[in-house]
């Protein structure tokens, strides 16, 4: 069964009755939640019920040795995430022995983020999951919680490889919500290419916080990054103090009260923060014919902050000094719990004894420690704190309620999303505020530009293919690993297992008997699988003065973010990175601070190897197919943080990286071409194609549910396997994750969107709110506006 429907509809009612009921019959109940903060706040929640009979748990990365004993012998309700069942309860099963024999229910809690190649991992674990209690006699039921999606049923089907009836009517009671949608003025700054700029949602957001706390509406401020989380507050703060000093000077009416925050406070993704949180690796092929050039998707550091599920990576965070951005506004609290913040916050903050504007405001992230979320949270329920900026890591589900309202700061990847951030404005009924800011991207302008493409539509399908031979690979061998595989298990695996288990014996990964497939070696199978998808083991960085570890970054976005001389942020704290040494896998990092930001260029190249399906589209085609993709970055850009300007490009020497990945991509005839050059008019094609695969990539999300991170692009004015003008799309991932296909599968609606961002935009040549990428591998070079509309009028002319 799967239940999908809005934030705040009484879903963990739903589960929780037939959990208990279950426990009552003498059964167990295994929780799923894709974050530890989750289950920890489902946990709270069963605890509150005092139920004898439920002997509830979490089982995961923060559980001590002693507990875990009691756990596995005991507990009747286990709350854990996927990671934990992959890495540890399934290869142990036989120590859970009691618990899989009860077992009668598996509750998937916020299974709509269970999505792309993560969400495929996770089916494959589920499958996993079936077959072990299988073992032990159980056959339990599947109760999915979802938020809104199109199509639940047939999602859950791929997730849990298992028929799915679906609920869909949310009949709970709700005020109405106002939506705003918002977006930012152009400034007089001039960015890449001379391109205009846009203020940033940031600032606006950090202006609207203030406005929104001086009314003392409680509001929620979602931004994409943990920086933007606190640069937010941060200046909402100021602009707070310099409001109460106005009025402290003489009594007077809120006016003005200065210019929000300056400007060179940026978004992570914009184009000159390439090493800040939102950057992912950038390739393009710069060289050569000078034609073909890529953008392309990459992990990054970014991935923590800017999704949804990146929060749980186990520790892998170091805590921040948190004590320092803990609100001020505690110090007034009298309770035990918050008066040892008091000690090391609150001291100089005067003696005033009512609580001042400024301290009603706070910022909250992944990476704060538990302890300090839960002052947080709790401040804020309270009313203590007004306002709070945070990353999505109070997305999914941890307990906010009483909020009037809620800002976003960019389009959360979803509409999905965008209902569930939206849905925590509004206490008890009443009415609230939402509003949507855009960035500076071709997806915020195109949605402000057209609320019809938020409002009256369906959610996004969760998009996930389980099937995929990269994923099914290591979860087989895990699943041997295990149980030896039978020849019955293979349906469970779905149609692909068959061709996989082969080439696993083949590598002599697996042993073929004539009982079944075999785990023979020492090592952990399930350490084949990187089900979060970071790809390889991290590099880590480490100051090179002192041995202090700052961080990891995930192999492949290495290259673009630690390379020699590259400018790393951490914790607001900038480096300059003296050496990359890949083998050892670690890069050193001086303490330094320069006024330039680094941004790597790369060569990529893209050849075709399969063309699975194709239809003629417009005067061209489309295919979806196989490729693969070669990239390499071979140097990089000095950009004076200010105002972007050039200051210079240093050569690198980084070996290649290849990706067997799938791709979109249409090409088009040379003689429907003549159309587009007019006389007297230089048309530049490559120009042309490159702008319009920027944007593709742009508003892909908006159809296949994925990031612009997890795509990449080519295009080329003539490439050599079609001979044609083309441009690529592709999954990011190594054999794909579902993204390109649905590309494939709605391009009219796609390509139409995308000529609509273009056009909609009001900049005159190409700025980020349309054809500039910030992860271009080839510096938005060469990029032609007025020749990518008129090229998406040929392709798509019908
Ligand atoms: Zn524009
Ligand atoms: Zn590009």
Not at 299 to 309: I, K, Q, Y
Not at 466 to 481: E, F, K, R, S, T
Request: proline fraction near 6%; hydrophobic fraction near 40%; charged fraction near 25%.
């Amino acid at each position: 069964m799967i239940i999908a429907t809005g934030t705040a509809s009484g879903k963990s009612l739903a589960y929780l009755v037939p959990a208990v009921a279950d426990i009552f019959a003498g059964g167990t109940v295994l929780y799923l939640t894709p974050t530890k903060a989750l289950a920890a706040d489902q946990l709270r929640a069963l605890r509150k019920l005092r139920l004898t009979q439920v002997r509830a748990a979490t089982y995961d990365g923060d559980t001590p040795p002693e507990e875990r004993r009691w756990v596995r012998q005991n507990a009747n309700y286990v709350l854990t995430n996927p990671d934990m069942l992959h890495r540890s309860i399934l290869p142990r099963h036989s120590s859970w022995s009691s618990f899989w024999r009860r077992l009668r229910l598996v509750v998937v809690d916020e299974c709509h983020g269970y999505r792309g190649v993560f969400g495929s991992h996770v089916a494959q674990i589920l499958r996993r999951l079936r077959r072990v209690a299988a073992r032990y006699g159980s056959s339990p039921v599947f109760l999915l919680a979802s938020a809104t999606a199109s199509d639940p049923a047939a999602a859950g089907m791929r997730l849990t490889g298992l028929e799915m009836a679906e609920v869909t009517t949310d009949a709970s009671p709700r005020g109405s919500t106002t939506f705003a949608l918002w977006e930012p003025p152009l400034t007089d700054l001039r960015g890449e290419s001379g391109a205009p700029v846009r203020r940033t949602a940031t600032a606006e957001a950090a202006d609207l916080l203030a406005d929104l706390v001086i009314e003392d509406v409680r509001t929620l401020a979602f931004v994409r990054s943990r920086r933007a989380a606190e640069a937010v507050a941060l200046t909402a703060r100021r602009t707070l103090e310099e409001v109460e000093a106005l009025l402290d000077a003489e009594p007077q009416p809120y006016g003005e009260y200065g210019e929000g925050l300056p400007e060179e406070m940026s978004d992570a993704g914009r184009p000159f923060g390439s090493v800040s949180g939102g950057a992912g690796q950038a390739f393009g092929d710069g060289a050569g014919d000078g034609t073909a050039r890529g953008d392309a998707s990459g992990a990054g550091g970014a991935r923590d902050a800017d999704r949804p599920f990146g929060e749980i990576g186990g520790g892998r965070e170091r805590p921040s000094s948190v004590a320092a951005e803990i609100p001020q506004g505690t110090k007034t609290s009298d309770t035990a719990e918050t008066s040892h913040e008091t000690a090391e916050t609150g001291a100089g903050r005067g003696t005033d004894h009512r609580v001042r504007l400024a301290d009603r405001v706070a910022a909250y992230r992944a990476g704060y420690l538990a302890d300090d979320r839960r002052v947080l949270e709790k401040a804020l329920r309270s009313g203590e704190l007004t306002g709070l900026a945070t990353t999505n890591a109070l997305e999914l589900g941890v307990d906010v309620s009483g909020l009037d309202a809620v800002l976003i700061a960019g389009w959360p990847g979803t509409r999905a999303s965008l209902w569930q951030q939206a849905g925590r404005a509004g206490r008890a009924g009443q009415d609230a505020l939402a509003v949507l800011i855009a960035r500076d991207d071709p997806l915020d302008t195109y949605i402000v530009h057209h609320p019809e493409a938020v409002f009256g539509q369906p959610v996004e399908a969760i998009v996930l293919d389980p099937d995929n031979p990269y994923v099914l690979a290591p979860h087989l061998c895990a699943a041997a690993a295990e149980i030896p595989l039978t020849e019955d298990d293979l349906k469970t695996f779905g149609p692909a297992a068959r061709g996989v288990l082969d080439d696993l014996v083949e590598q002599g990964l697996l042993r073929r008997r004539p009982t079944g497939w075999f785990w023979t070696s020492r090592d952990h199978a399930a350490d084949l699988a990187d089900i979060r998808g970071s790809g390889g083991a991290p590099v880590q960085v480490v100051e090179a003065s002192t041995g202090r570890l700052l961080g990891t970054v995930d192999e492949p976005s290495a290259h673009t973010m630690v390379h020699a001389g590259a400018v790393y942020l951490h914790q607001s704290e900038t480096f300059v990175v003296d050496v990359l040494d890949l083998e050892a896998g670690v890069a050193l990092v001086t303490a330094a601070d320069p006024d330039y930001t680094t941004f790597a260029r790369d060569v990529t190249d893209i050849r075709v190897m399969e063309s699975l399906r194709s239809r003629p589209f417009g005067p061209g085609t489309l295919h979806f197919g196989s490729v693969e993709v070669t990239r390499q970055v071979v140097s990089y850009l000095k950009r004076r943080t200010q105002t972007g300007e050039v200051l210079g490009e240093e050569p690198l020497d980084l070996p290649p990286r290849t990706l067997c990945t799938r791709a979109v991509w249409w090409t088009l005839p040379t003689p429907a071409l003549a159309d587009l050059v007019k006389p007297g008019e230089a048309v530049d094609l490559g120009g042309a194609a490159h702008a319009a695969e920027h944007a593709s990539i742009g508003l892909l999300p908006l159809f296949a549910t994925c990031d612009r991170w997890d795509i990449g692009g080519v295009s080329t004015e003539l490439h050599p396997d079609t001979g044609l003008l083309t441009v690529f799309v592709y999954d990011g991932h190594d054999g794909g994750a579902g993204f390109a296909e649905r590309g494939y599968a709605r391009a009219s609606d796609w390509l139409t969107a995308t000529r609509e961002a273009i056009a909609s935009c009001e900049c005159e040549r190409g700025c980020p709110s349309c054809i500039q990428s910030p992860k271009c591998g080839n510096g938005n070079e060469p990029l032609d506006k007025a020749g990518a509309i008129r090229l998406l009028d040929i392709l798509l002319a019908t």
